[in-house]
């Protein structure tokens, strides 16, 4: 039988903030406080650096009671001076951008789409491919122009 799992975890998870192994927070005034939760990576961090910076524990004990390594509280730290609260989310995982279709690419269909008022965008794929060497998906060359022309019209 499946186990129901817990509605804060699974918005933890969510939210991608889900810590990994709450079963390393050792830290004895973080864990016998009801308000504070192991699973909660955003509150773990800010309670380590917390500790050093307000409290004056050393950085590798804090670092330890609260399951992290020296390096994760010096990204810790760096990241909440930063950003406040929100830039201890770890960030979304995967590309951060178009790699295959490069303004470069996009300048080019613009201009082949400028010429010829019968071709659509998903018909330059087979000569983006001859041209340039990348093989895309039709839909992707249209999306990847959508934000193309978005970018380059607020830039006018």
């Not at 990204?75 to 178009?98: F, H, N, S, T």
Request: charged residues 30%; contains cysteine.
């Amino acid at each position: 039988m499946a186990r129901r799992r817990d509605p804060k975890e699974a918005a933890l998870a969510e939210a991608r903030c889900l810590n990994p192994h709450p079963e390393q927070v050792t830290d004895p005034e973080f864990l016998a406080s009801d308000f504070f939760d192991a699973r909660d990576a955003v509150q773990v961090k800010y309670e380590m650096v917390r500790k050093v910076e307000a409290g004056g524990a050393a950085v590798t004990e804090a670092a330890a009671a609260f399951g992290y390594s020296r390096p994760a509280y010096y990204a810790a730290a760096a990241a909440l001076d930063a950003a406040g609260l929100e830039g201890l989310v770890p960030a979304r995982p995967g590309p951060r951008g178009a790699h295959k279709l490069t303004d470069e690419i996009c300048a080019w269909a613009e201009e082949q789409l400028a010429a010829s008022s019968q071709l659509r965008p998903a018909q330059l794929a087979g000569p983006v491919e001859e041209r340039f060497g990348v093989r895309v998906h039709p839909r992707s060359i249209e999306r990847a122009l959508a934000r193309y022309r978005e970018r380059h019209s607020k830039s006018r």
